[in-house]
C-alpha cells in the first residue's frame, strides 16, 4: 500500500527472504513506481505476491508461491539467447553464474563510481535517491571490490580514450569543446596531443588510425572520470570533494557524494553534457516558486541555481561562439 513515510511517498511490504514472519517494513519510492505496483496489484492472481508467474499452476487448491523465481528466469533468457544467437547475428553469453543481486551490484558502484552520478540518479529518482544516499548501507554497497575493479577500470578508460577522440578533433578545427572550471585544463592537453602527433612525421602519418590518438589521449589523462553531467580529471589537490575527508584518506579517488561539479577545477563540461543541465536549470526554477519552501531550502535552491545557471550560460555563450 503507498503511504506517506517522513513526508515522502513510500509503500508498505514485506521483504520475506523466505521467512514470512519478518515485519512489515516502508519503502521510498516516486510516483512512477506506486503507479506500476498499482497495476501489478490489478494483474497478479497472488494474494500478497506481485511478481508471480503469468497463471496460477494447474491442479492446485491453494496457491501459496508465486511459482516464479528470478534465477530460474535469467538461466532461462540466457539459454533463449544463446539457442538463436547464430542465427541473429549475436555472440553467445558466456557460461557463468548469474544472478539478479549482480546486476543491482553492478549499478550500484556504477551509479557509485562516477563524480557526477549521484545528480544524474537524483533527477530520475528525486527524493528516493536522496534517502538512499544518505544511508550508510547504501553508499557500502556502492563500493567498488577486488572481483569488479580489473574489468571496471580497463572498460572505462577505454571509453574515456573513445569519448576524447571526438573532443581532440574538435579541438583541432580551434573549437572550444568544453567549459566549466577544468575547461581550460581540458584544452591545454588536448592542444599538446594535437601538437605531439604534428610534430612527430610517424604518428602524424597515422592520424586516421584512433588507435594512435587513444593511446595518447589516455597517457595525457590518465586519471579522467567520465559522467552523465561532467567529466572529472582527478587531479586530488584541486579536488573540491577530497575536502570532506581526513588527510590520510586523501587523493585515493573522487569522493561521489561530494563532487562539485559547477566549482571543482577538475571538472569540465561538453556539449553532451548540456541539455541535463539545462533540465536541472529548469526543474530549480520551477522549484524555487513553491510556496511551501521553508525559507532556508529555497536559499539552497537559488544557491544551486546559481552554480547551475553559471554552466548553462557559459554552454550558451560556447553554442553563439
Known sequence: MVRTYFGSPAIVSRKTKMDPARPELHWWVIEPVAEALTVLEELSWHSTHLFVALAPPTGKQNHTEPEIQSEAEIDFFINGVNTIAHQRGLAKIPP????????????????????????????????????????????????????????????????????????????????????????????????????????????????????????????????????????????????????????????????????????????????????YWAAEEDDLTALSKDPRLSPPNREAVFIRLADVQRITRALEEEGTA
Not at 183 to 188: E, N, T, V, W
Not at 194 to 203: F, G, K, V, Y
Not at 223 to 235: A, E, Q, S
Open 96 to 275: 557463468s553464474h548469474v544472478r539478479s543481486h549482480m546486476f543491482r551490484k553492478t549499478m550500484s558502484q556504477l551509479a557509485g563510481r562516477e563524480p557526477d552520478s549521484e545528480i544524474a540518479l537524483g533527477l530520475q529518482l528525486k527524493h528516493a535517491a536522496r534517502r538512499a544516499f544518505a544511508n550508510r548501507t547504501t553508499q557500502a554497497y556502492a563500493q567498488m571490490d577486488s572481483s569488479w575493479a580489473k574489468e571496471f577500470d580497463t572498460e572505462l578508460q577505454q571509453a574515456a580514450a573513445r569519448k576524447l577522440v571526438d573532443l581532440l578533433r574538435g579541438r583541432r578545427q580551434g573549437e572550444r569543446v568544453a567549459v566549466g572550471p577544468g575547461a581550460a585544463r581540458l584544452h591545454d592537453g588536448l592542444d599538446k596531443v594535437i601538437a605531439t602527433i604534428d610534430n612527430d612525421p610517424q604518428l602524424r602519418a597515422q592520424i586516421a588510425d584512433e588507435r594512435v590518438e587513444e593511446a595518447l589521449l589516455a597517457d595525457e589523462f590518465p586519471n579522467l572520470h567520465l559522467g552523465t553531467v561532467n567529466h572529472c580529471m582527478f587531479d586530488a589537490p584541486q579536488a573540491e570533494c577530497q575536502d570532506e575527508l581526513p588527510e590520510d584518506q586523501r587523493g585515493l579517488a573522487p569522493l561521489i557524494g561530494a563532487c562539485q561539479p559547477a566549482r571543482c577545477r577538475n571538472s569540465t563540461i561538453t556539449r553532451a553534457h548540456a541539455p
